[in-house]
């Protein structure tokens, strides 16, 4: 996981849902930056470019797994097709499920807090998992408490439901 080359590309948000989308949304676009830079990455600092709450500018990513996580191929993306749509949220979710359920699954992973509320956020990395050879990664963003978290409003946090984020690099 740590030598995946495509990591250190700019990435697009190309759908999120839940909750936690808030702090993912459509359109939202960031770089992973490897730490250090030359050899063999300890970690993957977060870089907002544009879209994603301000609590993930700078966040570290760790490696985390041994074991790769597999998903069929999705067809090339188009947002105003509502079947494409919903088969690239149901592979995410199929994803977040294997993520949760599986300690060893590859992927990024980083904690932050907001309001006072812990969250974790993991990327789940398929390098040419599109038909038109696009690398294609799931973000799933969760509170440990089982609830995921919501982007930051008046008064305290609010927590339930899951927060998924998909895109590409």
Known sequence: MSNEKSWPSQWSVLASAGPGAKFIAEGSQFSLEPQPATGDPVFY???VVKGMDPSFEGRPFYPVGVRG???RK???WKADDATVRQTYMDAAESVKRMGRGDPLAARLEGTFT???TSCVARFYHFPYAREDGRHWSVLDIASPNG???RAPAPGPLDTGGDGTGHGDG
């Open 45 to 47: 600092r977060l870089h």
């Open 69 to 71: 996580i597999n998903t």
């Open 74 to 76: 999705l067809p090339k």
């Open 114 to 116: 907001v309001g006072g």
């Open 147 to 149: 609830g995921s978290a």
